[in-house]
């Protein structure tokens, strides 16, 4: 039987998405080092996730190492880029350009995960009219105007935690579909919208909680 390729892509539970990415970027180094099979014990003890999770997350893309073998690396590399959506380029706007914002749009190891940032937006008059490494920084009111013409589907959000929801209102009435979130405020969308969070801020608080119990189990040990 021939393979469907309309086929829609399973859905995946969510920790299974956020450790598939993990394993690319590994076993992309092999490949890079021409090696040709890896087992799911190797993996495990590169990336600390146990090899019968591996195994079970590979298996939602029908991927099954062979007995003793392992992996095929370049099967592995070339099905985790498809599934993940990596291959393909999927245009962005960055809302507020300030440092962080700045810093993603110069970030060129996105675009090798399929993200091109095609344009900033802002309301400080000294940043629009601007570029940063050739990307032009326009003024939020054309928004909805430069989605039109470019069609873009994903905003990634960078501006001050004040203006995180009304930013997200105007995003979503100039028609992009998807929000990256890096603000610490948890943004409201309408159903239809998808969001990602990623506070470094929250990160940050986990970074300095854990160390501070680090810290109280040496004195008290």
């Known amino acids: 039987m021939s ?7 399973p859905t995946l539970p969510e920790p299974t998405l956020r450790r598939l990415p993990w394993y690319l970027a590994y076993v992309r180094l092999l490949e890079a080092q021409h090696i040709e099979y890896v087992s799911s014990t190797q993996i495990s003890k590169e990336i600390n996730v146990d090899a019968s999770q591996i195994a079970k997350d590979l298996s939602f893309l029908n991927l099954k190492g062979k007995t003793r073998i392992g992996y ?8 985790l880029t498809d599934f993940l959506g990596f291959k393909s380029e999927h245009k962005a706007f960055v809302i507020g350009v300030g440092s962080l ?15 091109k940032i095609v344009g900033g937006f802002d309301i ?15 003024d939020m009111s054309e928004l909805e105007q430069r989605q039109k013409q470019q069609d873009v589907s994903i905003a990634i959000l960078t501006v001050p935690v ?13 028609g992009l579909h998807a929000i990256w979130n890096f603000t610490p405020f948890r943004i409201k969308v309408p159903e239809g919208i998808v969001i ?12 300095y909680n854990r160390m501070g119990e680090k810290s109280d189990k040496k004195i008290k040990g």
């Open 162 to 174: 004040e203006h995180a929801q009304e930013a997200t209102n105007q995003i979503v009435s100039s």
């Open 72 to 79: 095929q690396v370049s099967l592995l590399v070339k099905k």
């Open 196 to 207: 990602q969070n990623t506070s470094i801020y929250a990160h940050l608080a986990l970074i």
């Open 101 to 115: 914002g700045a810093a993603l749009i110069q970030d060129v190891g996105l675009s090798q995960y399929g993200l």
């Open 124 to 138: 400080d008059k000294k940043i629009v009219g601007t570029s940063v490494c050739d990307v032009p920084i326009y």
């Open 3 to 9: 393979e469907n390729k309309n086929m829609p892509k």
